[in-house]
């Protein structure tokens, strides 16, 4: 095993503050350090800093110093940063690791590393699996490390349970692929006071669908997912994503969606700070399928969405808004 060359750098921006143009321009910090740069949105990265170890004669793990300090003074950014010799182990050295540090984890601590780590905390390993695992007492990673290949092939399937054992040694071939973050666009809104009313919340969220909806269709983009943001009063925050049934901009479609997404959070007593929606993997609408539809209403529906774009054009982007939607986002 070759030494450490792999960055895992996690933004650990306050909720709210890493937009994407910032996580943007946090990538292209990390591509002033190397050239190959894997984006993991929503908010972390892979570097490969093989090629940038001579040039700025340094290690990786000061190399990751100097990227957690240049993301602090330059966008008030706290990294935490995992090094080691594979994105597998970097990724497991950063959330072991303290907020806000780098952990670097050398060839030769990968067993003792990887031994007492719950089985659960191997990149690969949901909870479904890691219950199956624990089921026959696999609860740690040294004990996965050690068990016969052929008995983990029965219990997870010939190539799982054949990349599970890799892992679990510290094995992983995957290289770190330059990759720019898909496109997205987003919209927020705050509560002037912490919403209770799930009602309030739904009505905010309309609002941001039809937002996000005429922005999409004025520039041929379609959305292939949807994000949902969820701020809190204690200043935390949940984000869930949903893969949409098609590429879409259509306002009810996006709409739905962001229902389906705030219902399943419960959030039956919650003090909601404010509400954000993404528009995830914009592609142009043109080279977009779409499923023909012999619903009527379907039809009529989007009739009437394309009169009100008319009309937003023309009289401004609030001439025209959805009914049961926030009033207050006009004002």
């Keep these: 095993m070759t030494g450490t060359t792999v960055l895992y750098v996690h933004f650990g921006a306050p909720a709210g503050d890493l937009t994407p143009e910032r ?3 946090l990538l292209a910090l990390l591509a002033d ?17 093989r090629g940038a170890l001579r040039y700025f004669e340094r290690d990786a793990a000061e190399l990751a110093r100097l990227v957690r300090l240049r993301a602090l003074a330059l966008y008030g950014v706290c990294c935490t940063i995992g ?30 590393f990887l031994d007492s780590r719950p089985v659960a905390a191997l990149h690969g390993v949901g909870p479904a699996t890691a219950r199956a695992l624990c089921a026959y007492g696999l609860d740690s990673v040294g004990r996965l490390a050690a068990a016969p290949p052929a008995t983990l092939q029965r219990i997870l399937g010939a190539a799982a349970g054949r990349r599970l054992h890799e892992r679990a040694r510290g094995i992983d071939p995957t290289p770190v692929t330059p990759t720019a973050p898909p496109r997205s666009a987003s919209a927020e809104h705050r509560f002037e006071l912490d919403e209770l009313d799930a009602e309030r919340r739904r009505s905010a969220l309309l609002t941001l669908a ?14 292939r997912a949807l994000t949902l943001t969820v701020r809190y009063a204690d ?14 901009a259509h306002t009810p479609a996006l709409a739905g969606a962001a ?8 959030l039956q007593r919650a003090r909601v700070r404010g509400v954000a929606l993404r528009a995830e993997e914009l592609t142009a609408a043109e080279l977009a399928a779409r499923q023909l539809s012999f619903d009527v209403r379907d039809e009529r529906a989007r009739r009437v969405e394309a009169a009100a774009d008319c009309a937003r054009r023309r009289f401004g982007r609030y001439a025209v808004r959805p009914a049961g939607s926030d009033p207050s986002r006009a004002a």
């Design 33 to 49: 350090i190397t050239p190959v740069v894997q984006s993991l949105p929503p908010d972390a990265a892979l570097a490969d800093v």
């Design 259 to 266: 229902y389906a997404l705030h219902d399943a959070l419960g």
């Design 83 to 112: 090094v080691a010799a594979s994105p597998l182990l970097a990724r497991m050295a950063a959330q072991a690791g303290e907020p806000g540090q780098v952990r670097e984890v050398r060839p030769e601590e990968v067993a003792a």
């Design 210 to 223: 039809d937002e996000l909806g005429f922005r999409l269709r004025a520039e041929g983009q379609v959305a």
């Design 23 to 25: 996580y943007e321009a």
């Design 235 to 248: 200043r935390s925050a949940t984000t869930r994503t949903r893969t949409l049934a098609e590429p879409t």
